[in-house]
């Protein structure tokens, strides 16, 4: 079993930047894939960055070039790096944990999920 907290949410003006972090319970954490997918309201789940066991990075073509995703193994922690951000980015941002490697852009690939942490971008 794998907790997943996510923590460094809030309000922030349209071209400034977060930094979410999301901590993992256990001893297994490098050996999970991590993704970040975010929900606006009335919206399906989306993908927008993960990072597999070995260091390979995806993203959203929405967020490419503006959000930044990494991974600390002795830390047990994967950071979510949001420059530029833009109001349409609002939305509450969940991180989840994957046993397997493929497809990590699908919500269905991940095991254990986070409670979420809200992401508000003014214009």
């Known amino acids: 079993q794998v907790q997943l907290v996510e923590s460094g949410g809030g309000l922030v003006q349209a071209g400034g930047s977060l930094r979410l972090s999301c901590a993992a319970s256990?001893?297994?954490?490098?050996?999970?894939?991590m993704g970040w997918f975010r929900q606006a309201p009335e919206k399906e789940r989306d993908f927008v960055a993960a990072?597999?066991?070995?260091?390979?990075?995806y993203y959203a073509d929405s967020v490419k070039g503006r959000f930044t995703t990494s991974r600390d193994n002795d830390k047990n922690t994967v950071y979510l790096r949001m420059d530029s951000l833009k109001p349409e980015d609002t939305a509450v941002y969940y991180c989840?944990?994957?046993?397997?490697?493929?497809?990590?852009?699908?919500?269905?690939?991940?095991?254990?999920w986070g409670q979420g942490t809200q992401v508000t971008v003014s214009s």
């Open positions: 989840a944990a994957s046993r397997s490697s493929w497809p990590l852009e699908k919500g269905d690939t991940y095991n254990y």
């Open positions: 256990g001893r297994t954490f490098s050996t999970y894939a």
């Open positions: 990072i597999s066991r070995s260091g390979n990075i």
